[in-house]
């Protein structure tokens, strides 16, 4: 073997480790993993569904226990809040006194892109205990049905098979180009005051502005004030919006979720019938996201009946929900050629070409590890080999020169944001393990 070749397994089996102690030094009662010590010191929802599979890699029973841990936050009404906060830290802004909301345990008041289901067919499909695989999918199963049933019925009241949004932290991708418009409408004349800390941990060049977490604020404070009641939220919020990420992430969530219902049978088959009526509804109405002048997927705007205008990442996640039709994806694929000539890492999570771009800028630029993988994901289902591979190696470069930041700059691979981070290192762990 070469030297050249021996450098670069070890450098491998070196990064291996650090990706599982990354998990390990994040993980919290035994039971969950924060996202990175300083910046986010509770459980995530997606965050979690994503790391319990890079925990499968090397402890499947701690796998599990991250899903029920994060389900022990469920609501009566079936929400899996966005954060649930198990233990007090006082470190982070906005904690349990802006959002006073949960139940069993303390949380806050919205939800995140449902990759759950996703997350544990993945953990009954590479787990090697299938005893300990039926006994948990058994009593996850029922909860997570319960969750997709609050997206259809409380996010989609009308049964258009689009789901609605009411915050930008719901969908995960929290200042994205997309919401700018919509946050223009929020009304920020009743905003309590406030103090960030996550400027004061990381440059604030790299971190959402003000001006946005003014208007982040804000609609807390009216979903507070509404006693987090989904119905009137619906009726009276000007922030509203079908996220492409979040249908798509649901819509694959729910084949998957399929899939696990008709191989277990939790039930007398009323759930798995439900399950086929939503994806049906879905795969009708994901036409409504397609922009026949720019040829992507976008964002709608629910208040206006607009599309939104800005092309993103999420634009790709239709793959992982494999409800691309073969003339679309061809046009995405485009997309992914004509953005590269103009950046060194796929995929940014801004048209590059966008006069908004802002490499270093948190969802407004930056390149990350999650997305990388659902997008690389769904392309090996369409077919498209190239591409997918592509997306791999940039993620698999950007994390050996640069570690498991929590993004990365599309142009020059700096890693950016939390360092250590757990759903990077889970990635790294997921692909390794293929
Ligand atoms: C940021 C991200 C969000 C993530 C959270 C914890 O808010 O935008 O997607 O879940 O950090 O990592």
């Known amino acids: 073997m070469s030297q050249q070749l021996e450098d670069m397994k070890s450098d491998t089996a070196a990064l291996h480790e650090k990706a599982k102690q990354t998990l390990i030094q994040n993980s919290r009662m035994n039971a969950y993993t924060i996202p990175s010590k300083n910046l986010y010191p509770f459980q995530w929802n997606w965050d979690s569904c994503f790391t319990a599979m890079g925990w499968l890699q090397f402890d499947e029973e701690r796998a599990w226990k991250e899903m029920e841990t994060l389900f022990s936050g469920q ?61 948990k999918v058994m009593a996850l199963l029922p909860q997570i049905f319960e969750s997709h049933q609050w997206w259809h019925n409380d996010r989609d009241p009308e049964h258009k098979g689009l789901v609605a949004t009411f915050h930008p932290w719901e969908t995960g991708r929290d200042n994205s180009a997309e919401w700018d418009e919509a946050l223009e409408n929020v009304c920020t004349a009743r905003l309590e005051e406030y103090r960030r800390l996550d400027v004061t941990l990381i440059d604030p060049e790299h971190r959402p502005s003000n001006y946005e977490y003014d208007r982040y604020l804000s609609l807390v404070q009216l979903f507070r004030d509404h006693d987090y009641d989904q119905k009137k939220i619906h009726d009276i919020t000007v922030f509203k919006i079908a996220d492409v990420g979040i249908n798509s992430i649901l819509l694959r969530a729910n084949r998957d979720l399929l899939v696990m219902l008709e191989e277990f049978k939790p039930d007398d088959g009323w759930m798995a019938e439900t399950v086929k009526g939503w994806i049906e509804r879905q795969e009708k ?37 494999a409800v691309v039709s ?109």
């Open 75 to 135: 609501w009566k009404n079936g929400m899996v809040p966005h954060i649930i906060f198990h233990e007090m830290v006082d470190s982070y802004f906005p904690g349990t006194a802006v959002w006073r909301a949960g139940e069993k345990v303390d949380s806050s008041g919205i939800s995140q892109p449902p990759v759950a289901a996703t997350s544990v067919r993945y953990l009954c499909d590479k787990a090697q205990d299938k005893e300990m695989v039926k006994a």
């Open 285 to 321: 109405a994901f036409s409504r996201l397609w922009n026949e002048e720019t040829k992507a997927f976008h964002c709608l705007d629910l208040v206006s009946g607009e599309l939104i205008k800005e092309v993103t990442s999420a634009a790709f996640l239709p793959f992982f929900a």
């Open 326 to 434: 073969k003339e679309q994806g061809k046009h995405l694929v485009a997309h992914l050629d004509k953005w590269s000539e103009v950046i060194e890492y796929a995929v940014p999570s801004l048209d590059p070409y966008d006069e908004k771009l802002d490499e270093k800028r948190y969802w407004r630029g930056p390149v990350w590890a999650i997305v990388n993988y659902m997008i690389a994901d769904g392309l090996q289902l369409f077919g498209e080999q190239e591409w997918s591979e592509r997306i791999r190696n940039d993620t698999g470069k950007l994390m050996q020169q640069h570690g498991f930041a929590e993004y990365y700059d599309p142009k020059t691979g700096e890693g950016l944001g939390g360092i250590d981070f757990s759903w990077t290192a889970a990635i790294w762990l997921i692909w390794a393990g293929l």
